[in-house]
T-cell receptor, first 112, second 114 residues
């Protein structure tokens, strides 16, 4: 299993850019990196996914260095509604089995 | 709203009992995943079904079982319940069976074992 490590919590002021880094030292060649957001008592919601370099969508960017041993989720100009837990997920596929590993999650608190 | 529905929303039962959680995937999705989320263990993958067949197994206990029916809805059966089984159980679905596909999560079933 590809183990992930991310900060337990982060605080940010409204309007700032927030970067959350996830470490996945034993990532394998065919692994993808996915980030999910979860609000209390709700199911996780997909944010972004990448394999290498940079991926950007309407809500976030994902930076993955060449060695792929870490990844950084970037949230531009956060608002109070971005207060949530963010999970880094390394998705490994293989013949006949699919291993899904969630990190412990980073609790982001956005302060007015 | 993700399009994934789960019933019931809440379930309270006693130790030793058996319960069934139900999940209906998004229209068109063939894969269903089950997850357990507890305070001490975090979000853990239990099992995946694709088009009626078991595709992947995670940290699922032998007391737990699941199935996916021809209409693609899925049920998670939890038996001989213990206090430690109290948790949020989420179902997710995706279009295909490739693990890197986006998973859409339901609102969850909160299980309390007394």
């Amino acid at each position: 299993l590809a183990k992930t490590t991310q900060p337990i919590s982060m605080d940010s002021y409204e309007g700032q850019e927030v970067n959350i880094t996830c470490s996945h030292n034993n990532i394998a060649t065919n692994d993808y990196i996915t980030w999910y957001q979860q609000f209390p008592s709700q199911g996780p919601r997909f944010i972004i996914q990448g394999y290498k370099t940079k991926v950007t969508n309407e809500v976030a960017s994902l930076f993955i260095p060449a060695d792929r041993k870490s990844s950084t989720l970037s949230l531009p100009r956060v608002s109070l509604s971005d207060t949530a837990v963010y999970y880094c997920l390394v998705v490994r596929s293989g013949a006949g089995s699919y291993q899904l590993t969630f990190g412990k999650g980073t609790k982001l608190s956005v302060i007015p | 709203d993700s399009g994934v529905t789960q019933t019931p929303k809440h379930l309270i039962t006693a130790t030793g009992q058996r319960v069934t959680l139900r999940c209906s995937p998004r229209s068109g999705d063939l894969s269903v995943y089950w997850y357990q989320q507890s305070l001490d263990q975090g979000l853990q993958f239990l099992i995946q079904y694709y088009n009626g067949e078991e595709r992947a197994k995670g940290n699922i206990l032998e007391r737990f079982s699941a199935q996916q029916f021809p209409d693609l809805h899925s049920e998670l059966n939890l038996s001989s319940l213990e206090l430690g089984d109290s948790a949020l159980y989420f179902c997710a679905s995706s279009v295909g069976d490739r693990s890197q596909e986006t998973q859409y999560f339901g609102p969850g079933t909160r299980l309390l074992v007394l």
